[in-house]
């Protein structure tokens, strides 16, 4: 036997006689809890982006209405529409930091009573928002090219 193995051996045997209370050990609903704290922390730091690139889309629009950089579009329709996307984007990153921390709360209770089943709800409708403002951003992007 090696020296590697003979090793092995003795740390197996060794921990077999370590008393449950002694044994450094993570459950699974730890882990569980961890993952979906990580989930959570996520979903804070996209909101954030959201939130900022609102921020900084409705403020960009703002500049160029201040220097005087007029399109046709502007003048035909009086709707500023990067204030349009930029408030909807932050509105958007708002109401889904709240939608996240529902779902982490319900998932939270579910791992305790260990009947987790991944809601779908959240996911649908946030994809629906989003791939309804970016495609109103990409028209909006065509008609003042």
Same mark, same amino acid.
Request: aromatic content about 8%.
């Given at each position: 036997?090696?020296?590697? #193995? #003979?090793?092995?051996?003795?740390t197996?045997? #060794? ?10 050990? +993570? /459950?699974?609903k730890?882990?569980?809890? $961890? ?22 889309v ?7 209405? #201040? ?8 003048? +035909? ?19 889904? +930091? ?14 305790? /009573? ?11 409708? $946030? ?13 909006? $992007?065509?008609?003042?090219?």
């Amino acid at each position: 036997m090696t020296q590697r #193995e #003979e090793n092995a051996s003795n740390t197996a045997a #060794e921990g077999q006689n370590v008393p449950p209370s002694k044994r450094v050990g +993570i /459950s699974k609903k730890v882990t569980d809890h $961890l993952a979906n704290q990580r989930t959570f922390l996520a979903w804070a730091r996209t909101c954030l982006a959201t939130m900022r690139f609102g921020f900084v889309v409705e403020r960009f629009g703002l500049l160029l209405r #201040e220097l005087g950089l007029k399109t046709a579009i502007t003048n +035909i329709l009086p709707v500023h529409y990067s204030s349009f996307f930029g408030v909807s984007l932050t509105i958007l990153g708002v109401v889904v +930091i709240i939608v996240a921390l529902l779902e982490f709360l319900q998932i939270r209770r579910s791992i305790d /009573s260990e009947r987790f089943h991944p809601p779908a709800g959240f996911a649908i409708v $946030l994809t629906i928002l989003v791939s309804l403002i970016g495609t109103l951003l990409a028209i909006y $992007l065509i008609l003042t090219a």
